[in-house]
Protein backbone atom coordinates (compact mmCIF):
# COMPACT_ATOMS: atom_id res chain seq x y z
CA UNK A 1 0.00 0.00 0.00
CA UNK A 2 1.14 3.55 -1.21
CA UNK A 3 1.08 5.77 1.25
CA UNK A 4 -0.45 9.30 0.68
CA UNK A 5 3.41 11.18 0.79
CA UNK A 6 4.67 8.65 -2.09
CA UNK A 7 2.03 9.58 -4.01
CA UNK A 8 2.11 13.12 -3.98
CA UNK A 9 5.81 12.74 -4.93
CA UNK A 10 4.81 10.52 -7.79
CA UNK A 11 2.25 12.99 -8.74
CA UNK A 12 4.84 15.79 -8.80
CA UNK A 13 7.66 13.60 -10.36
CA UNK A 14 5.26 13.11 -13.14
CA UNK A 15 3.86 16.33 -13.88
CA UNK A 16 7.94 17.17 -14.46
CA UNK A 17 8.42 14.73 -16.94
CA UNK A 18 5.44 16.11 -18.84
CA UNK A 19 6.65 19.31 -19.01
CA UNK A 20 10.28 18.01 -20.02
CA UNK A 21 8.57 16.49 -22.81
CA UNK A 22 6.79 19.11 -23.66
CA UNK A 23 9.48 21.77 -23.55
CA UNK A 24 11.87 19.59 -26.05
CA UNK A 25 9.41 18.93 -28.16
CA UNK A 26 8.49 22.65 -28.60
CA UNK A 27 11.74 23.79 -28.44
CA UNK A 28 13.93 21.35 -30.12
CA UNK A 29 11.82 18.97 -32.14
CA UNK A 30 10.02 21.95 -34.17
CA UNK A 31 10.83 22.10 -37.63
CA UNK A 32 11.64 25.27 -39.64
CA UNK A 33 9.38 27.99 -40.11
CA UNK A 34 7.81 28.97 -43.23
CA UNK A 35 7.70 32.33 -43.12
CA UNK A 36 10.22 35.71 -42.35
CA UNK A 37 9.00 38.12 -39.78
CA UNK A 38 10.82 41.67 -40.10
CA UNK A 39 10.18 45.33 -38.11
CA UNK A 40 10.60 48.33 -39.31
CA UNK A 41 8.81 52.22 -40.21
CA UNK A 42 7.12 53.27 -43.60
CA UNK A 43 10.28 55.68 -44.66
CA UNK A 44 10.00 59.06 -45.00
CA UNK A 45 10.53 60.16 -48.62
CA UNK A 46 9.95 64.14 -49.40
CA UNK A 47 10.10 66.80 -52.17
CA UNK A 48 10.99 70.18 -51.74
CA UNK A 49 8.85 71.82 -54.51
CA UNK A 50 10.82 75.33 -55.71
CA UNK A 51 10.55 77.38 -58.15
CA UNK A 52 13.55 77.86 -61.03
CA UNK A 53 12.99 81.81 -61.59
CA UNK A 54 13.87 84.77 -59.47
CA UNK A 55 10.45 87.06 -58.00
CA UNK A 56 7.64 87.86 -55.67
CA UNK A 57 5.00 85.18 -55.00
CA UNK A 58 1.78 86.23 -56.37
CA UNK A 59 -0.30 83.29 -55.13
CA UNK A 60 -0.18 80.00 -53.30
CA UNK A 61 -3.31 77.38 -54.80
CA UNK A 62 -2.71 74.56 -51.64
CA UNK A 63 -2.37 74.15 -48.39
CA UNK A 64 -1.02 72.26 -45.93
CA UNK A 65 -2.66 68.70 -46.01
CA UNK A 66 -4.19 68.89 -49.56
CA UNK A 67 -3.53 66.30 -52.07
CA UNK A 68 -1.88 67.48 -54.85
CA UNK A 69 -1.37 65.29 -58.86
CA UNK A 70 1.94 65.29 -60.83
CA UNK A 71 1.49 68.25 -63.04
CA UNK A 72 -1.00 69.95 -60.98
CA UNK A 73 0.14 74.06 -60.68
CA UNK A 74 0.66 74.94 -56.97
CA UNK A 75 1.62 78.39 -56.78
CA UNK A 76 2.41 81.08 -59.25
CA UNK A 77 4.94 84.07 -59.33
CA UNK A 78 4.55 87.79 -60.32
CA UNK A 79 4.65 87.54 -64.12
CA UNK A 80 4.89 90.94 -65.36
CA UNK A 81 8.30 91.49 -65.98
CA UNK A 82 8.92 87.95 -67.90
CA UNK A 83 6.11 88.86 -70.00
CA UNK A 84 7.52 92.33 -71.18
CA UNK A 85 10.88 90.62 -71.72
CA UNK A 86 9.21 88.07 -74.28
CA UNK A 87 7.30 91.08 -76.06
CA UNK A 88 10.86 92.49 -76.10
CA UNK A 89 12.74 89.23 -77.61
CA UNK A 90 9.36 88.78 -80.02
CA UNK A 91 9.54 92.11 -81.54
CA UNK A 92 13.53 91.73 -82.25
CA UNK A 93 12.68 88.47 -83.72
CA UNK A 94 9.82 90.16 -86.29
CA UNK A 95 12.23 92.54 -87.59
CA UNK A 96 15.07 90.17 -87.81
CA UNK A 97 12.42 88.06 -89.91
CA UNK A 98 11.96 90.76 -92.04
CA UNK A 99 15.74 91.93 -92.52
CA UNK A 100 16.35 88.03 -94.03
CA UNK A 101 13.07 88.58 -95.90
CA UNK A 102 14.37 91.46 -97.76
CA UNK A 103 17.90 89.94 -98.30
CA UNK A 104 16.76 86.68 -99.42
CA UNK A 105 14.47 88.56 -102.11
CA UNK A 106 17.42 90.53 -103.57
CA UNK A 107 17.45 93.98 -105.72
CA UNK A 108 13.42 94.94 -106.70
CA UNK A 109 13.43 95.14 -110.27
CA UNK A 110 12.98 99.01 -109.42
CA UNK A 111 16.43 99.11 -108.16
CA UNK A 112 17.90 97.32 -111.03
CA UNK A 113 16.09 99.75 -113.56
CA UNK A 114 17.56 102.76 -111.51
CA UNK A 115 21.45 101.71 -111.56
CA UNK A 116 21.06 101.17 -115.20
CA UNK A 117 19.47 104.62 -115.61
CA UNK A 118 22.20 105.92 -113.66
CA UNK A 119 24.81 103.97 -116.16
CA UNK A 120 22.94 105.39 -119.14
CA UNK A 121 23.08 109.53 -117.47
CA UNK A 122 27.33 108.58 -116.88
CA UNK A 123 27.65 107.80 -120.01
CA UNK A 124 25.65 110.55 -121.61
CA UNK A 125 28.40 113.00 -119.09
CA UNK A 126 31.34 110.69 -120.44
CA UNK A 127 30.60 111.59 -123.94
CA UNK A 128 30.20 115.29 -123.05
CA UNK A 129 33.14 115.50 -121.35
CA UNK A 130 34.92 113.71 -124.33
CA UNK A 131 34.13 116.77 -126.47
CA UNK A 132 34.74 119.58 -124.18
CA UNK A 133 38.00 118.22 -123.48
CA UNK A 134 39.24 118.07 -127.28
CA UNK A 135 37.35 121.68 -128.07
CA UNK A 136 39.12 122.87 -125.07
CA UNK A 137 42.69 120.97 -125.94
CA UNK A 138 42.59 122.24 -129.71
CA UNK A 139 41.77 125.87 -128.67
CA UNK A 140 44.75 125.93 -126.00
CA UNK A 141 47.20 124.37 -128.67
CA UNK A 142 45.93 127.14 -130.78
CA UNK A 143 46.49 129.27 -127.47
CA UNK A 144 42.91 130.87 -128.19
CA UNK A 145 41.94 129.73 -124.36
CA UNK A 146 44.32 129.10 -121.82
CA UNK A 147 45.90 125.81 -120.91
CA UNK A 148 43.96 125.81 -117.89
CA UNK A 149 41.14 125.36 -119.56
CA UNK A 150 42.09 122.58 -121.21
CA UNK A 151 43.57 121.23 -117.91
CA UNK A 152 40.10 121.54 -116.14
CA UNK A 153 38.58 120.09 -119.20
CA UNK A 154 40.90 116.93 -118.91
CA UNK A 155 40.23 116.31 -114.92
CA UNK A 156 36.55 116.60 -115.81
CA UNK A 157 36.55 113.97 -118.85
CA UNK A 158 38.35 111.41 -115.79
CA UNK A 159 35.90 112.71 -113.10
CA UNK A 160 33.08 111.77 -115.61
CA UNK A 161 34.98 108.39 -116.51
CA UNK A 162 35.37 107.17 -112.82
CA UNK A 163 31.54 107.78 -112.55
CA UNK A 164 30.66 105.78 -115.32
CA UNK A 165 32.88 102.49 -113.55
CA UNK A 166 30.94 103.56 -110.18
CA UNK A 167 27.28 103.40 -111.98
CA UNK A 168 28.29 99.65 -113.86
CA UNK A 169 29.50 98.74 -110.43
CA UNK A 170 26.50 99.46 -108.66
CA UNK A 171 24.63 98.08 -111.37
CA UNK A 172 26.06 94.61 -111.19
CA UNK A 173 25.36 94.52 -107.39
CA UNK A 174 21.89 95.40 -107.58
CA UNK A 175 21.78 92.46 -110.74
CA UNK A 176 23.58 89.93 -108.52
CA UNK A 177 21.61 90.96 -105.24
CA UNK A 178 23.40 90.19 -101.91
CA UNK A 179 26.53 88.89 -100.95
CA UNK A 180 25.94 85.33 -99.34
CA UNK A 181 27.92 86.22 -96.47
CA UNK A 182 24.97 89.33 -95.67
CA UNK A 183 21.88 86.61 -95.87
CA UNK A 184 24.20 83.65 -93.63
CA UNK A 185 24.83 86.77 -91.17
CA UNK A 186 21.24 87.60 -91.12
CA UNK A 187 20.64 84.03 -90.35
CA UNK A 188 22.75 83.98 -87.60
CA UNK A 189 20.81 86.80 -86.13
CA UNK A 190 18.14 85.40 -86.75
CA UNK A 191 18.51 82.48 -84.89
CA UNK A 192 19.90 84.35 -81.48
CA UNK A 193 17.29 85.64 -81.74
CA UNK A 194 15.10 82.90 -81.63
CA UNK A 195 17.17 81.59 -78.81
CA UNK A 196 16.81 84.77 -76.76
CA UNK A 197 13.19 84.34 -77.26
CA UNK A 198 12.85 80.63 -76.00
CA UNK A 199 14.61 81.41 -73.18
CA UNK A 200 12.46 84.27 -72.04
CA UNK A 201 9.25 82.54 -73.02
CA UNK A 202 11.39 79.65 -70.53
CA UNK A 203 11.48 81.96 -68.33
CA UNK A 204 7.80 83.02 -67.87
CA UNK A 205 6.89 79.49 -67.51
CA UNK A 206 9.05 79.32 -64.47
CA UNK A 207 7.19 81.89 -62.92
CA UNK A 208 4.78 78.34 -62.38
CA UNK A 209 5.58 75.84 -60.11
CA UNK A 210 3.63 72.41 -60.71
CA UNK A 211 3.80 69.51 -58.47
CA UNK A 212 6.53 66.84 -59.28
CA UNK A 213 4.48 64.01 -58.48
CA UNK A 214 1.75 62.70 -56.47
CA UNK A 215 1.60 63.24 -52.99
CA UNK A 216 0.22 65.61 -49.73
CA UNK A 217 1.80 68.99 -48.74
CA UNK A 218 3.38 68.69 -45.72
CA UNK A 219 4.37 71.93 -45.25
CA UNK A 220 3.57 75.59 -46.79
CA UNK A 221 7.00 77.29 -46.51
CA UNK A 222 6.60 80.47 -47.64
CA UNK A 223 3.55 82.40 -48.38
CA UNK A 224 2.59 85.29 -50.91
CA UNK A 225 4.83 88.26 -51.26
CA UNK A 226 8.15 86.63 -50.06
CA UNK A 227 10.28 87.11 -52.96
CA UNK A 228 12.04 83.72 -53.78
CA UNK A 229 14.97 82.64 -55.80
CA UNK A 230 15.86 79.21 -57.53
CA UNK A 231 16.03 76.48 -55.43
CA UNK A 232 14.47 77.89 -52.59
CA UNK A 233 11.50 75.35 -51.17
CA UNK A 234 8.22 76.81 -51.65
CA UNK A 235 6.47 73.31 -50.28
CA UNK A 236 7.47 70.40 -49.13
CA UNK A 237 5.75 67.24 -50.25
CA UNK A 238 5.12 64.40 -49.08
CA UNK A 239 5.70 61.22 -51.51
CA UNK A 240 3.03 58.06 -50.52
CA UNK A 241 2.18 56.21 -53.27
CA UNK A 242 3.78 53.91 -53.67
CA UNK A 243 5.69 53.89 -49.97
CA UNK A 244 7.83 51.36 -49.01
CA UNK A 245 9.48 50.44 -45.29
CA UNK A 246 12.45 49.89 -44.18
CA UNK A 247 13.69 47.11 -42.21
CA UNK A 248 16.54 45.27 -41.44
CA UNK A 249 17.22 40.96 -42.21
CA UNK A 250 19.25 39.09 -39.90
CA UNK A 251 22.62 37.69 -41.70
CA UNK A 252 21.23 34.42 -40.78
CA UNK A 253 18.21 35.16 -43.32
CA UNK A 254 19.75 36.85 -46.41
CA UNK A 255 19.87 33.13 -47.91
CA UNK A 256 16.27 33.06 -47.32
CA UNK A 257 15.37 36.02 -49.41
CA UNK A 258 15.28 37.70 -52.93
CA UNK A 259 14.50 40.97 -55.01
CA UNK A 260 10.59 40.25 -56.49
CA UNK A 261 9.80 38.28 -53.23
CA UNK A 262 6.17 38.75 -52.13
CA UNK A 263 5.54 40.23 -48.82
CA UNK A 264 2.60 41.31 -46.58
CA UNK A 265 2.52 44.29 -44.98
CA UNK A 266 0.19 44.77 -41.32
CA UNK A 267 -0.20 47.35 -39.03
CA UNK A 268 -1.33 47.91 -35.63
CA UNK A 269 -3.20 50.96 -36.95
CA UNK A 270 -5.54 48.64 -39.11
CA UNK A 271 -5.95 45.45 -36.99
CA UNK A 272 -6.87 42.68 -39.18
CA UNK A 273 -5.79 44.39 -42.67
CA UNK A 274 -2.69 43.39 -44.79
CA UNK A 275 -1.05 44.82 -46.78
CA UNK A 276 0.33 43.22 -50.19
CA UNK A 277 4.42 44.32 -51.06
CA UNK A 278 7.07 42.82 -52.52
CA UNK A 279 11.31 42.94 -51.87
CA UNK A 280 12.75 45.60 -54.11
CA UNK A 281 15.75 46.42 -52.40
CA UNK A 282 18.36 44.60 -50.66
CA UNK A 283 21.47 46.14 -48.94
CA UNK A 284 24.81 44.80 -50.67
CA UNK A 285 26.86 45.87 -47.29
CA UNK A 286 26.25 44.34 -43.81
CA UNK A 287 26.07 46.94 -40.73
CA UNK A 288 24.50 46.65 -37.34
CA UNK A 289 21.38 46.88 -36.32
CA UNK A 290 20.27 50.22 -35.52
CA UNK A 291 19.28 51.06 -31.74
CA UNK A 292 15.86 52.33 -33.16
CA UNK A 293 15.08 49.25 -34.98
CA UNK A 294 13.32 46.18 -32.79
CA UNK A 295 14.17 42.30 -33.72
CA UNK A 296 13.80 39.53 -31.95
CA UNK A 297 17.42 38.80 -31.89
CA UNK A 298 20.76 40.23 -30.33
CA UNK A 299 21.49 43.95 -31.18
CA UNK A 300 25.17 43.23 -32.06
CA UNK A 301 24.52 40.98 -34.89
CA UNK A 302 25.28 42.12 -38.51
CA UNK A 303 21.88 42.80 -40.66
CA UNK A 304 20.99 44.05 -44.09
CA UNK A 305 19.01 46.86 -44.90
CA UNK A 306 15.87 46.25 -47.06
CA UNK A 307 13.38 47.81 -48.62
CA UNK A 308 9.88 46.29 -49.13
CA UNK A 309 7.58 48.26 -51.27
CA UNK A 310 3.72 48.42 -50.72
CA UNK A 311 1.19 49.44 -52.83
CA UNK A 312 -0.88 52.64 -50.97
CA UNK A 313 -3.50 53.89 -53.16
CA UNK A 314 -5.79 54.33 -49.90
CA UNK A 315 -3.43 56.36 -47.99
CA UNK A 316 -3.36 54.39 -45.11
CA UNK A 317 -0.05 53.69 -44.26
CA UNK A 318 1.70 56.76 -43.52
CA UNK A 319 4.81 57.70 -43.57
CA UNK A 320 7.06 56.72 -40.16
CA UNK A 321 4.12 54.44 -39.66
CA UNK A 322 5.75 51.25 -37.83
CA UNK A 323 4.99 48.17 -39.54
CA UNK A 324 5.64 44.49 -39.75
CA UNK A 325 6.71 42.52 -42.48
CA UNK A 326 6.01 38.81 -43.17
CA UNK A 327 8.00 37.27 -46.14
CA UNK A 328 6.72 32.99 -46.86
CA UNK A 329 9.67 31.69 -47.45
CA UNK A 330 7.54 28.90 -49.13
CA UNK A 331 6.09 28.63 -53.05
CA UNK A 332 7.13 32.76 -53.13
CA UNK A 333 8.87 32.51 -56.41
CA UNK A 334 10.55 36.46 -57.24
CA UNK A 335 9.23 38.58 -59.72
CA UNK A 336 10.09 40.82 -61.76
CA UNK A 337 8.78 44.40 -60.79
CA UNK A 338 9.64 48.05 -60.58
CA UNK A 339 8.70 50.47 -57.91
CA UNK A 340 5.63 51.56 -59.78
CA UNK A 341 4.07 48.06 -59.93
CA UNK A 342 1.60 49.23 -57.91
CA UNK A 343 -2.08 47.83 -59.18
CA UNK A 344 -5.73 48.21 -58.03
CA UNK A 345 -6.82 49.72 -53.93
CA UNK A 346 -5.77 48.35 -50.88
Not at 24 to 38: A, I, K, W
Not at 223 to 248: C, H, I, K, Q
Amino acid sequence: MISKKKRVILAVLFLFAVGAIAYFLLHHSRGPTDQLTLYGNVDIRQVQAAFDASGRIQQLLVQEGDRVKKGQLIAKLDPTRFQDAVHRDMALVSAQKQVLARLLAGSRPEEIAEARAKVAAAQAALQNAQLVWQRQHTLADEQYVPKQSADNAGAALKSAQANLEQSNQALTLAIKGPRKEDIALAHAQLAADQAALALTQRQLQDTQLYAPADGVIQDRILEPGDMVTPGVPVFSLALDNPVWVRAYLPEKSLGQVRLGMSASIVSDSFPGKSFSGWVGFLSPTAEFTPKTVETTDLRTELVYRVRIYACNPAHRLRLGMPVTVHISLHDNQPQNRPPDACGGSQ
